[in-house]
């Protein structure tokens, strides 16, 4: 046995961090169900085969393996991840380590992990993004598990993870559980930040009439700005892009309709059960939702009319900046609601999730990279930590600063028939937060009157019950 490592399930993710890892100079055994897909894996992986070896039966991979054994899995999340344990298992001895490096919802991993352990094994559920991209070069990876299991193979993990300045972006962010929980919210975070960039090309586009190459070079533009990031960098990518049958930008060609796997619905559900509002993100999920329910969509259309979206106003300079304020506040705010939402996750379950390692790790090698993440990462290394991003002086400053462009750029888009959920989701939560008085007031006084909940007084302690009139006279 000479192989450090195991990655099972040779897909796009698993193929590439198995040759990520062969790269790095260790051994790693390689196995898929279907054993075509082995073959083909070590093909591809050319020079870097030397250090691969390719299993084409279980028994075969678990003799490859140096014990104590390390077993990560990147199969398609869910069920065929149990699947692939259950044949795993009688192979396996006390003290080896399986890790799920797949999408898990962290209900699952925490649920395999007791299960494995009270059987005498390790188990780790590993969060890995950035893509096809990432698994080849370096992702970010958020672990979770036994701590003397992620310390056994955390010198493989930490040399295949992406650098920012040199330093690996891959952390131990607590048991079982917490690697997935994470990565869970840095797609939800993903989603609203996607659905931002997009509403932010839809004003452009309907709202002040630019063409796609124009929106591009402004796209570019903002790649060197406070929104620098991976996505608006694909952005530009995407909108330079022609479709070769047509001629036409390709976004053009492309219909508008997006599937989603479950990791962005589970951020919003997670908000949800905590209580912390995620209104940007979860209106992302549901614009995707949306997005894909065509029919429906035909049928609101054709009944009530096109949106008539109207002209925002002149592509001037000045519109553009104020997109480019509207959707920094944005952007900012729905970070500010994805680490509240880990904030309260890890209360809840008691994790003490490091909300500045998570931002430092996500500055390199995930899709949501980007320069506001080493500001994030400095504001949640202060002593205390802050309440919220937005009470961080620097953000704060820079919603202030941007607030008249979104709250002017979003009630004209509104007025004018756009649609900018996650936008307007971002600033009516900033607009709920920031008012001194809300009109909850008169939500008290309807649950007193119909459920004598009572309320309290701003001007009595104790509870209250009002002098409720019989009717509306
Ligand atoms: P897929 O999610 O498409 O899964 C395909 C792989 O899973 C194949 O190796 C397949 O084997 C295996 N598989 C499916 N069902 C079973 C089963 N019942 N038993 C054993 N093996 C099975 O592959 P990806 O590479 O896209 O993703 C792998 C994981 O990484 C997923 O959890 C995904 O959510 C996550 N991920 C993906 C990213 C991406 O950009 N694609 C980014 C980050 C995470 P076979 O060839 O035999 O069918």
């Not at 393996?65 to 398609?76: I, T």
């Not at 009319?305 to 106003?313: L, V, W």
């Amino acid at each position: 046995a000479q192989a450090d490592i195991a990655v099972i399930g040779l897909a796009v993710m698993g193929r590439n961090l198995a040759m990520n890892i062969a790269e790095k100079g260790f051994k790693v055994a390689v196995y898929n169900r279907s054993s075509s897909r082995t073959d083909e894996a070590m093909a591809e992986a050319g020079d870097l085969a030397g250090n691969m070896i390719a299993c084409h039966s279980i028994e075969e991979l678990v003799a490859a393996l140096k014990p104590p054994r390390a077993l990560l899995l990147m199969v398609k999340a869910g069920e065929a991840v149990d699947q692939t344990v259950e044949l795993l298992k009688p192979h396996l001895s006390k003290g080896d380590i399986i890790i799920d490096a797949g999408n898990a919802n962290y209900r699952d991993s925490i649920a395999r992990n007791d299960a494995l352990t009270a059987e005498g094994f390790q188990f780790l559920g590993v969060g890995v993004s950035g893509g096809e991209e990432g698994a080849r070069h370096g992702p970010s990876i958020m672990a979770g598990g036994n701590k003397d299991a992620f310390a056994r193979v955390e010198p493989v993990l930490m040399a295949i993870a992406a650098r920012y300045e040199g330093t690996p972006c891959c952390a131990y962010m607590g048991p079982a559980g917490a690697g997935h929980f994470v990565k869970t919210l840095h797609n939800g975070i993903e989603y609203a930040d996607m659905q931002m960039i997009a509403e932010a090309y839809g004003l452009m586009r309907a709202g002040l009439g630019m063409s796609t190459a124009a929106i591009a070079d402004v796209f570019e533009g903002w790649t060197s700005g406070p929104l620098a990031s991976y996505l608006i960098e694909i952005t530009v990518q995407a909108l330079r892009t022609t479709d070769p049958a047509t001629g036409k930008p390709i976004v053009d060609v492309i219909l508008d309709s997006a599937g989603q796997k479950g990791t962005g619905r589970w951020s919003a559900i997670e908000a949800l059960d905590l209580g912390v509002p995620a209104s940007a993100i979860a209106a992302a999920v549901e614009a995707r939702g949306l997005s894909s329910a065509r029919a429906l969509r035909q049928a609101v259309n054709a009944a009530l009319g096109d949106a008539e979206r109207g002209s925002i106003g002149s592509a001037t300079p000045e519109a553009v900046a104020d997109i480019e304020k509207t959707l920094l506040a944005g952007k900012i705010l729905a970070y500010a609601q994805g680490f509240d939402v880990m904030a309260a996750g890890s209360k809840q379950f008691g994790w003490d999730l490091p909300l500045a390692e998570i931002a430092r790790i996500w500055r390199a090698g995930c899709i949501i990279r980007s320069r506001m993440l080493d500001r994030m990462s400095e504001a949640y290394s202060a002593t205390p930590a802050p309440a919220s991003l937005i009470l961080d002086p620097d953000f704060a400053g820079q919603i202030k600063e941007s607030l008249p462009a979104a709250r002017k750029t979003l009630g004209h888009a509104v007025a004018e028939g756009h649609a900018v959920p996650a936008l307007t989701s971002a600033l009516n939560y900033l607009q709920q937060l920031r008012a001194s008085r809300s009109t909850v007031d008169l939500v008290q006084a309807q649950r007193d009157i119909f459920g004598a909940h009572g309320f309290e007084r701003i001007d009595q302690p104790g509870a209250h019950h009002g002098p409720w009139h019989s009717g509306a006279e």
